[in-house]
């Protein structure tokens, strides 16, 4: 990944939520990106540390978005 | 072809190591496919990942087939692994699967597993150890891929070392229909009970760390949440579900990555590629099984056809993933693929609880075996790999390897 000392002003926000309803709790998010995805300790469900990561890590977040199983995580990439 | 009437199911592979033909000409052709199945009863067969997914996720539909008018998967009324997956008691949709879910869900979580980790690197390390000492030729299903993952269930639910053979024993006579016979198979059914009730007992006694004690806590704390029956049914389904799906994934895995060992290579040169590459490997398998069944209790629109209430619906989530539709060059093995959302664990509400722990089994094993046996080949030519025939999850008998 290119990581250039200097932010370039037009990077992108991304905005991410997650449904818990959903979430079958099978963890790939959290395997993917532990920086912005976590598991509820009693019942393995989906917890959101962070709804507007940095962009070193928008690929990850995009992955675990489409490897999610039951399809619980929702970005908005204009924020 | 819907004249020639509904095809046998499962099909046949010309190859081992090859997808049946009628995959990519139902796919292109003929989407929601008739099909006839061992026990004479027909359903429909969907190919396109797209379609697959869908009725995957839908909430609605099971893979319980106790409506009257289900097909039959095997002759055995059963249903095996689709019975007992989820302890046999929350099989079926709604809130108390979901309940069951979230409780033995606890388990599987991502930092759980994650935690497991080294524990399965030190037994997977054990066994090619104890595979190496035996010598070079051997065969890695019997050496590797059996014992690694009741190994680690054994571990889950905080049965002792020294009782891993038997708990291996059972599951393999368990999960045999055609080794062992009703009898044998009937013994073990009643030993592993026998044995699983006084391990409970053990544990309620002596609680420890493990998944068990957890859920014998839960128990009794007597808030009805479970009972000691579930707890009985949580541990025989993990087994079930969670032992031949894992354990011929693992001889699978070795067989397509020697198979053409400029990927072995690749992987030994770049061990980084061990997680997007065990990921298309599950992708790749062109022999996953039968597929999920669901029993269609509503019409239901796919793919635009209307398939009628009452249908038994197979899913193949193998012709689905390699379906053009949804991957690149699906038919080539690309092991650094990103992203990879492969549907070999299903999707959805019921999608694999354990693939967590699947996956970190499988990338444990691949890479000590990158690390310990860098010269590990084939022992046999590609084609000469039988498989195992006529049973729900698909694997090769032997892979026969030497290093
Ligand atoms: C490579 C290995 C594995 C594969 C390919 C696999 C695949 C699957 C599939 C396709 C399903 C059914 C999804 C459906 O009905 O839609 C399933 C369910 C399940 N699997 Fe796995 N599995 C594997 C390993 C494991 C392991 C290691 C465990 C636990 C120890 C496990 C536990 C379960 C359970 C409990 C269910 C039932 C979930 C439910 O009904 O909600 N599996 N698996
Ligand atoms: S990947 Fe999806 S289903 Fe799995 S824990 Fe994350 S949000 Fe839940």
Known sequence: MDRAPTARKEETIMKVAVDRDRCCGAGQCVLLV???????????????????????LHAAVAEAASVCPTAAIHLDPHG | MSESGPQEYPFRSQAPLEPPEQWERLRQECPVAPIRLASGDQA???????????????????????????????ANASGGVFGVASGGLAGGGGEAHQ????????????KRVLAMRP?????????????????????LVAGLGFPLPVWVICDLLGVPDADRDRFAYWSDTMLSMTRYGQ????????????????????????????LLSELIAIVDAADGRLTETVVLGTGQGLLVAGHETTANMIGKMAAMLLADRSRWERLCADPSLVRPAVEEVLRFDANPGFGMPRYLTEDLQVGGRTLPRGSTVVCSMGAANRDEGAFEHADAMDLGRTPNAHLA??????????????????????????RDLPTLELAVPPGALARREGLLVGGLRQVPVSW
Do not use: N
């Open chain 2, 44 to 74: 429909l067969l969907l190919t396109r990942y797209e379609d697959v997914r869908q009725v995957l996720s839908d909430p609605r539909f099971t893979r319980r087939l106790d409506a009257e008018d289900a097909a039959r998967v095997t």
């Open chain 2, 99 to 110: 309940q069951w879910r979230r409780l033995v869900g606890r388990a599987f979580t991502a």
């Open chain 1, 34 to 56: 532990p920086q912005v995805f976590d598991q509820g300790e009693d019942d393995g469900v989906v917890v959101l540390l962070d709804p507007s990561p940095g962009g070193a």
């Open chain 2, 183 to 210: 009898e044998q198979i009937d013994a073990a059914q009643e030993e592993f009970a026998g044995y699983f009730r006084a391990h409970i007992a053990a544990r309620r006694a002596d609680p420890g760390e493990d």
């Open chain 2, 345 to 370: 664990f299903g999707v959805g509400p019921h999608s694999c609880l354990g693939q967590a722990l699947a996956r970190t089994e499988l990338q444990a094993v691949l890479e000590v075996l990158l």
């Open chain 2, 119 to 139: 524990r399965v690197e030190a037994m997977a390390g054990r066994l090619v150890a104890d595979m190496v000492e035996r010598g070079s030729p051997a065969d």
